[in-house]
């Protein structure tokens, strides 16, 4: 018990001395971050401003531990795209992990795509598949 209040006692003071010179611990924002509420701001601003280059940070979160940031990358994911791979946040970790492979290779079939076409930033959206399986159409 001695070793650990010593220890907690000395990360006190590392911290308290490190924010009294003005370095307080910073945390890189957007996607990257280990905060999550500034991953979350990220998914929010991605799909408010129409980004779809945040499209692959938004298809890895599918795979995030918090069930909030898988609910606003998926909901992120249909307003940018108009797809729906039946991925529901609450599904087990199986179904969740089925339909973010779907999305993940939807999304590099789009790669291939958008390299011969002329660069736009409308997004590619196919109709759903007529079976309801959530997979993607063959084109």
């Not at 001395?17 to 957007?30: D, K």
């Not at 971050?33 to 500034?38: G, N």
């Not at 249909?78 to 991925?87: A, H, N």
């Not at 790669?111 to 736009?120: K, L, P, V, Y």
Request: with cysteine; net charge negative.
């Amino acid at each position: 018990m001695g070793v650990r209040r010593v220890t907690l006692n000395l990360t006190a003071v590392v911290l308290a001395s490190l924010t009294a010179a003005g370095c307080s611990p910073t945390f890189e924002s957007g996607f990257a971050s280990i905060d999550p509420q500034e991953r979350t701001v990220a998914i929010v601003d991605a799909a408010s401003a129409g980004d779809q280059d945040a499209i692959p940070h938004l298809i890895s979160l599918l795979d995030s531990d918090d069930p909030a940031e898988r609910m606003l990358a998926d909901q992120s994911l249909r307003q940018l795209t108009g797809q729906d791979f039946g991925y529901h946040f609450y599904d087990p970790d199986w179904r969740r992990a089925k339909a973010a492979r779907a999305w993940s290779e939807w999304w590099q079939s789009q790669a291939g795509q958008s390299s011969s076409a002329s660069t736009s930033t409308t997004p590619i959206v196919h109709p759903p598949s007529a079976d309801n399986t959530g997979s993607s159409p063959t084109p």
